[in-house]
């Protein structure tokens, strides 16, 4: 079983930054595939950003490109999203998820199989 923790949650003003971490507790983490997604108040989970596990491909929605970045460090078991230029629309939980499975099929919710327990991004106007 694949335990994954996020952190770095917390609440921001419009055009702030953020940096959010996911920790896994498999030492073979960096053979997996890792997703975000974030989900509002009354709508469905949606898929945000992934990074193969190798580190050598990213892919984002539309929303978030230019101000998304994923990137990952496996030595330290450890995936980041770092998010610049915030707006009140990306308030919502955020979570990540990883399988082994490839980035082409990240956008899906039922691709993967381990998920964290999520973390709040407010963003205030």
């Known amino acids: 079983q694949v335990q994954l923790v996020e952190s770095g949650g917390g609440l921001v003003q419009t055009g702030g930054s953020l940096r959010l971490s996911c920790a896994a507790s498999?030492?073979?983490?960096?053979?997996?595939?890792v997703g975000w997604f974030r989900q509002a108040p009354g709508k469905a989970r949606e898929f945000v950003g992934a990074?193969?596990?190798?580190?050598?491909?990213?892919r984002y929605i539309d929303s978030v490109k230019g101000r998304f970045t994923v990137s990952r460090d496996n030595a330290k078991n450890t995936v980041s999203l770092q998010m610049n230029s915030l707006k009140p629309e990306d308030t919502a939980v955020y979570y990540c998820?990883?399988?082994?499975?490839?980035?082409?099929?990240?956008?899906?919710?039922?691709?993967?199989?381990?998920w964290g327990q999520g973390t709040q991004v407010t963003v205030s106007s």
């Open positions: 990074i193969t596990w190798s580190g050598s491909s990213t």
């Open positions: 998820a990883a399988d082994r499975i490839p980035i082409g099929i990240a956008n899906s919710v039922s691709s993967f199989k381990y």
């Open positions: 498999e030492r073979t983490f960096s053979s997996y595939a």
